[in-house]
């Protein structure tokens, strides 16, 4: 897979560059070099140097009670990946943590132990209704900083979940973001970054725009961050067609998505699908119209394979079973409302790998 990166020419144009991409014998990955300004990584520059093949990241809901492992959920789903979800705020204060309450360093020697497996940890900033750290703090050199313990925990990947109306139109902290995610990349010059986008709603079973709202996303192209994937939650879509068909309201948004990727980062189609990723949510959702069914998944993973998606995901490795008979309301972070055997998602989805 390779993907491309743009960079400024002159004041207000950007060229393509190239990607180069390097064989790996007897392996699916394909080593991407992006260079930014300048070809040596020097003068403040950044050279992002990755090697990417498919990657299947469930999400993981980090401080769920009575969780496995990280290790443990990656064998028990078959992931190279886990999202690791939320790193957030807690309302407006500069100070990251697990879902508002769980300080970081509290899972570091897990982590640790599953990228010394060679898993791929990727962790999720924001969410649609976790605190942004960018609008906490309020300006680029303090969200770097909060930005920086993520990457102090071992972590080479990060994702950031920009959602909500509001947020995604906050112009200023779009901007703040990009600044901080590109100074952390010249700290940092192995780290991998991700938007996660909502998705837009289908107009037919075959048609969507993709991501609803794409200016966080174009903020960090034009700050110069290098980008590896644009993700989708493709759910809570709205509409007509979800209702009727959530593989066909997901793939039709993966698809929009794609050509959104070909236009904003200027790379190929190939190279565009290989920066797609795809993230339904599993089972019964709070809109009641919308279940994301097993048949769902094993049409989303074969559309994943034949175009070469460059990441599949779920939310979440948690809600991979079935709920008991004393779970009365829906959606719940711990089973998926549909009849199921346990990591039974998880199986259909890991088949993005062979």
């Known amino acids: 897979m390779a993907r491309g ?4 020419n002159e004041k207000g144009r950007w060229v393509l560059i190239g990607v180069a991409v390097v064989a790996v014998i007897a392996a699916a990955a394909t080593a991407v070099v992006f260079l930014r300004d300048g070809d040596d990584g020097k003068d403040g520059t950044v050279t992002a140097k990755t090697e990417l093949g498919t990657v299947y990241a469930p ?4 401080t769920l009670a009575d969780r496995p492992s990280l290790t443990e959920i990656a064998q028990k789903t078959g992931a190279n990946g886990l999202h690791l979800g939320f790193a957030i705020t807690k309302g407006d204060e500069c100070d990251l943590t697990w879902d508002g309450t769980t300080a970081l360093d509290t899972y570091k020697d897990e982590i640790s132990a599953a990228a010394a497996k060679g898993i791929e940890v990727i962790v999720s900033t924001g969410g649609a209704s976790g605190g942004d750290v960018t609008q906490a703090c309020g300006d680029a050199e303090t969200t770097q900083e909060q930005l920086q313990k993520l990457v102090d925990l071992g972590v080479r990947y990060l994702d950031f979940d ?4 509001e947020r995604v139109a906050d112009t200023e902290a779009n901007e703040a973001r990009a600044k901080a995610i590109l100074a952390l990349q010249q700290k940092n010059p192995d780290l991998k970054v991700s938007f996660t986008l909502a998705a837009a709603s289908p107009t037919d079973a075959t048609t969507a725009a993709g991501a609803a709202n794409t200016a966080p996303w174009v903020a960090a192209v034009d700050a110069g961050v290098a980008i590896d994937r ?5 759910m809570n879509f709205g509409g007509t067609v979800a209702p009727q068909d959530m593989a066909a309201a997901t793939t039709a948004a993966a698809t929009g998505l794609h050509s959104q990727i070909e236009t904003i980062q200027g790379i190929d189609s190939a190279n565009a699908w290989g920066m797609v990723g795809i993230t339904p949510m599993i089972g019964v959702n709070d809109l009641n119209t919308e279940t994301f069914s097993l048949d769902n998944a094993k049409t989303v993973t074969d559309f994943a394979v034949k175009n070469s998606v460059g990441m599949l995901s779920f939310w979440s490795a948690g809600r991979d079973t079935q709920c008991g008979a004393d779970v009365t309301k829906q959606p719940v972070a711990n089973c998926s409302g549909v009849e199921q055997d346990e990591y039974a998602f998880a199986s259909i989805f890991k088949g993005v790998l062979q």
Not at 5 to 8: A, M
Not at 59 to 62: D, M, N
């Open 230 to 234: 644009i993700n989708l939650m493709t």
């Open 162 to 165: 920009v959602e909500g109306e």
């Open 5 to 8: 990166q743009r960079r400024r």
């Open 59 to 62: 999400y993981v809901y980090v």
